[in-house]
Structures are given as structure tokens and as C-alpha cells.
């Protein structure tokens, strides 16, 4: 490794020790090695601390950093201030790459000048793994083919819900000045659908993206790390991650984005109304009162009066949108 390596790898570790193990020794048996890793422990409460310190003293091109539980975009934002790599990468910690990921992608960062690489990816379940691509043939996109190729398509890519990019952080590269440029003003608070604020603003104001046809990064797919509280801290959340979107993206440079956005919304709200109001239904009175303050907020108001009801997957979701878009709240009780 060199003295300011070629790429930092990031990776926020809360309480990982089941996986750590293996995420840190599959990047340690990368065949490219012009590279550091930035660990930052969030605050964990079972052995990955120690794990954390004792992969660093034994290894010089692994830091440890350690912080008070502060969330995932917390850590990343630490890891990358610590961090002296010309590209980003994130790994999450109950993940694992292939040997030969970094060295495929640092070579494409290095022959073409991309801002971004991009690699498919391997989602392991329980019982099977399934391979994750992308619908855009492989390779070098200038600014001109992104626009004519990738951007019209990239975040709902026509049937609901397929993104065209996945928004995931950890199976790109980022050159470092435009990671920053996002990573730094996201809020803390939005705790689940945080990478698309990073990816689809950069992917944005990238020059060129190469994008690789191997899959090189294991997506450990675990039912834990899915169960977030479901309250009306995740509304809120939805709000901030909706305005931020609308800070970050500038739809008028790129009028096909603004549609893909709304469809968006409205999976992202979809996901979030039901488990939310079914544990308000149990919880509190104010069903009625927060159901029609919620489908008065103006992202979701727009959103849903946009999107054809026909366009969105399962009988339940179009029933739910049509109880938002017209803010039925018994009907919506009903359903659920």
C-alpha cells in the first residue's frame, strides 16, 4: 500500500461479530492491495470492538475508529473523514467481497477515468444466492450515453417497483470529490433508504460511470437487519429523505428524473404506511388524525396523484394508493 493509497474501503460495524471475521478476511484476501480500510465501530455492545482492534493491530493497512451509536450515515461520514484514498468504497459488515472485485474495479477506475464503478452483485439467502445485475450493457458511459442511456431509466425502470441502478453504496467506487459532496450534507436521521441520496445525486453529476458485468460483492440478505421500528419516526424519516431528494437533484437539468422520483415516493411510502398505521391502529387514537396528515404532505400528495394506480404492483398497494390519493382513512383501517 502506498503512502495515500488508491482506494479506501469503509466499512461501519454495529455489533457484527457473527460476520466481521469473514467480511475483514475476504477483503484481506483482495488481489489488489494498494488499498486501506477505515473500520469505525458504532457504539457495539457485543465482541466487534475487539474484533475491530484486533484485526488492526495485525494488519497496517486496517484503522480502527471507535464512536458513540450514532447510525450508519454517522460512521460512513467518520470513516471517510479519516480516510486518504483518490476513490470510496463502503462494505457493510455482515457482507463479503470476491477476491478479485477490488482489483477489476480499481483497474477500470485507473484505464478509463470513471467517477463511478459499478459491479453486480450476489444476494445470499438462506437457502440460495441470486445473482443482481443491471438492464444497461456493460462498460464505459461518457456524460452523452448516460444521459440518451442510463438516466431516463435509472431509478424506476418501468415496472414497479425495478430500479434501474440499485441505489446501494457498497458495490461502487466513488472518486473521492464527488462522494464528499453528498455524504457530508445527509442527514443523520434518515436511518433506512439513505443510499439513494448518495448514488442516483452522483450517478447524476458523474462525467463517466464504467459499469462491470461480474458480480463481485455478497449481499448477506438477513430478516435482522429489515426489522427497523415501524412508528411515526418512520414518516418523518420518509419527509426528510423526500426533501432531501428535492435538495440534492435538480429536476430541471433532468426532467425524466422528476417522474422516476415521484413512482419512488410512492414505493417508498407503500412500504412504510401499512406496518406504520397497523402499529398506530393498536398504539393510539389519532389514526384518522395522523392517516390525513400524512397524505396531505405535499411529496406524498404529489406523488400519489401522479402515479396511475394501474401502474403499481398488487391488489393491496393500488387499494392503499387509492385510500391515500383520495385519504379514506376507514376504508385504509379496513384494509389492513
Request: glycine share 4%; net charge neutral; hydrophobic share 40%.
Amino acid at each position: 500500500m502506498s503512502v495515500n493509497p488508491f482506494l479506501s474501503i469503509v466499512i461501519p460495524v454495529y455489533n457484527a461479530e457473527s460476520y466481521l471475521p469473514c467480511c475483514l478476511d475476504s477483503i484481506l484476501a483482495q488481489q489488489f492491495t494498494d488499498y486501506e480500510v477505515i473500520l469505525v465501530d458504532d457504539g457495539s455492545t457485543d465482541r466487534s470492538p475487539a474484533i475491530c482492534d484486533a484485526y488492526a493491530a495485525g494488519h497496517s493497512q486496517i484503522h480502527c475508529l471507535h464512536q458513540a451509536n450514532n447510525g450508519h450515515t454517522a460512521a460512513r461520514q467518520k470513516g471517510v473523514r479519516a480516510s486518504l484514498g483518490t476513490y470510496i468504497a463502503f462494505v457493510d459488515s455482515d457482507d463479503w467481497v470476491a477476491p478479485e472485485m477490488y482489483d477489476r474495479m480499481c483497474t477500470a477506475a485507473r484505464d478509463t477515468g470513471a467517477d463511478i464503478v459499478h459491479c453486480n452483485y450476489i444476494s445470499v439467502m438462506p437457502h440460495k444466492e441470486k445473482i443482481c445485475g443491471i438492464p444497461f450493457p456493460s462498460g464505459f458511459y461518457d456524460k452523452k450515453r448516460l444521459m440518451e442511456t442510463v438516466y431516463p431509466n435509472m431509478i424506476y425502470f418501468g415496472t414497479f417497483f425495478v430500479f434501474g441502478i440499485a441505489p446501494n453504496l457498497w458495490n461502487k467506487l466513488f472518486r473521492r470529490d464527488l462522494l464528499e459532496k453528498y455524504l457530508f450534507r445527509l442527514p443523520n436521521s434518515i436511518i433506512v433508504g439513505e443510499d439513494g441520496l448518495i448514488t442516483y445525486p452522483c450517478m447524476l453529476e458523474a462525467s463517466s460511470v464504467y459499469f462491470c458485468d461480474e458480480a463481485f460483492y455478497y449481499y448477506r440478505s438477513n430478516p435482522r437487519s429489515l426489522c427497523h421500528q415501524m412508528n411515526t419516526k418512520r414518516l418523518s424519516e420518509n419527509h426528510t429523505m423526500f426533501e432531501t431528494y428535492e435538495q440534492f437533484i435538480d429536476s430541471a437539468a433532468f426532467p425524466s428524473i422528476q417522474k422516476q422520483l415521484q413512482y419512488f415516493f410512492v414505493y417508498q411510502s407503500l412500504l412504510t404506511f401499512a406496518p406504520v398505521f397497523k402499529t398506530i391502529r393498536r398504539k393510539s387514537g389519532n389514526f384518522r388524525q395522523l392517516f390525513l396528515a400524512e397524505c396531505r404532505n405535499p411529496y406524498i400528495m404529489d406523488a400519489f396523484r401522479a402515479v396511475p394506480v394501474r401502474d403499481i404492483a398488487g391488489l393491496h398497494n393500488r387499494l392503499y394508493a387509492l385510500c391515500i390519493r383520495h385519504r379514506l382513512p376507514f376504508l385504509f383501517r379496513l384494509l389492513l
